[in-house]
């Protein structure tokens, strides 16, 4: 299954059952549908009940950001196109309010939502990724000299993968 992260501005909107919907400006939708009409970003609900209580307010696969520097907010979000492929995508604002969707990472994992979530003393299921801001001294660096942030995939009690847009393209952060 390929995942893939897109980066994108857009508005997030919680209801009262915390479960976070994304509703885009008309333009960052066009964005994300002129790259793939066919992506759907994960539900708060296609996680595990462990990994939902790391995110009381907001969403696992949901990140809001100022990622390219022009002060207005982007998004990373992870999704699917189809049962096995899924992706990380960036949408990103731009100072004529238009956007750009910018797949950061693709990968393949079928049926992504039914993963084992190693939680003792058993298991749960669920996506096992998830967005945050990169954190460490890589991703300080970063934001220190570009004056915006850096985000992370990270897998539950996995690896961290982090990456920044630079140029409207994605760039892989590698700790020193």
């Not at 539900?43 to 907001?58: A, W």
């Not at 022009?70 to 189809?82: A, S, T």
């Not at 992370?152 to 700790?175: C, D, M, T």
Request: aromatic share 10%.
């Amino acid at each position: 299954m390929r995942i893939f992260a897109l980066a994108f501005a857009c508005f997030v909107t919680l209801s009262a059952h915390a479960e976070s919907e994304i509703v885009l400006s008309p333009p960052a939708g066009a964005a994300l549908k002129k790259w793939n009409p066919k992506f759907e970003v994960f539900k708060k609900t296609d996680y595990s009940p462990t990994v939902q209580k790391l995110f009381p307010g907001g969403s696992p696969a949901i990140l809001t950001e100022d990622l390219n520097g022009d002060k207005k907010p982007d998004f990373v979000v992870l999704g699917e196109l189809d049962k096995s492929s899924q992706a990380a995508v960036a949408v990103l604002s731009s100072k004529t309010d238009e956007f750009t969707a910018v797949v950061v990472e693709e990968w393949e994992q079928v049926e992504v939502r039914n993963s084992d979530i190693p939680v003792a003393p058993k298991s749960e299921k669920g996506v096992p990724m998830y967005l945050s801001t990169a954190t460490g001294s890589v991703a300080e660096k970063f934001k220190r000299v570009n004056k915006h942030s850096a985000f992370q995939i990270q897998g539950y009690n996995g690896a961290i993968r982090q990456f920044a847009i630079r140029h409207g393209k994605p760039l892989r952060l590698v700790p020193e």
